[in-house]
Structures are given as C-alpha cells and as structure tokens.
C-alpha cells in the first residue's frame, strides 16, 4: 500500500474535478455586458463606390481588427445596411470583392476600407481606403485626411463624403 502522501493527490482529482464541473453548472460567469434582449448597438447605412460596387461583402471591424457585424452584401447601386454589436469609436468599414456596376470588372481579392468616425453617410471608395490605411499606421483622421488631399488636390473636408 503507498503511503498517505502518496495516495493524497489521487484522491484529491475527482474532488477537482467535481468542483470544476460544478462551478460550470453555477455560471460562475463572464462580467461581460451582454444586453439581455441581443439587440444591436448600432446600424450603419452606407454605400461602396468607384463607382456602385454591387455584391461586395461589407463588414465593420474594430480598431483592434475584430469583426463588430456579420457580412452583408451591397446592392446594385452599392448601398448596405449592416447592424453592429459593441462600440463604434475607431472603427473602419471593409469591403471586398463585388463588381463595379461601371466597367463590369471583379473586384474579387480586393478591398476596400473606411474609418466611420466622421464618415456619417458610410462611404467607402478608394480615397477612403488611402485614409484608413495610413490612420492603420498610426496617423489621426484629420492628418491622413490632409496628406491624402494634399497628394490629390483635393479639399480633405470631402474625402468621406458621396462623390455623387
């Protein structure tokens, strides 16, 4: 027969385990804010152009990267409306693939990008995209907004606005 300290740990793992088992049971639960009802937090209507991009599938991720909505798949004329889960602020709009209703061509293996803070109409073109993608490399909207108008010639108080 082993001795006591040897036949101790053994018999102390079902006691474990059904501690562990139980507290699952329990809920001993995650602090999380989950709202009760799983309504969204927020809606955002847009629309992907260069021109209309029909059939691209749109998202809204996080500044982190994460994804805050399900896909969802533009019209003909580009338009989406997507619903969303947790906090906007520093989110960006993605999109890819579709068919530029213009020229016919796939926009199959490209994306496009749009930061939402002051981007109320949900616009997500390849300016844009210039935007989001230096604000990724750590510049604020405002400056990515004006070396993206300087490089351009355009007025930066447009560049997340509806060309149409």
Known sequence: MLPFHARAPRALIPSLL????????LGGGSDSQERPDNRPDGTVNGQVLDPPISGALVKLVSAEGDALSSLVRTDDDGRFS?????????????????????????????SLSAPLT??????????TTLVAHLMAQGFS?????????ARLGLDASVLLASPQ
């Open 18 to 25: 059904f501690l562990f088992l139980l507290q699952g049971c």
């Open 82 to 110: 997507l619903q969303y889960r947790g906090t906007a602020t520093g989110a960006r709009l993605v999109a890819t693939g579709g068919r530029d209703s213009g020229t016919g061509l796939s926009f199959q293996g490209l």
């Open 118 to 127: 002051d981007n109320p109409d949900g616009i997500v073109t390849p300016v």
């Open 141 to 149: 909207l405002d400056s990515a907004r004006q070396r993206v108008a």
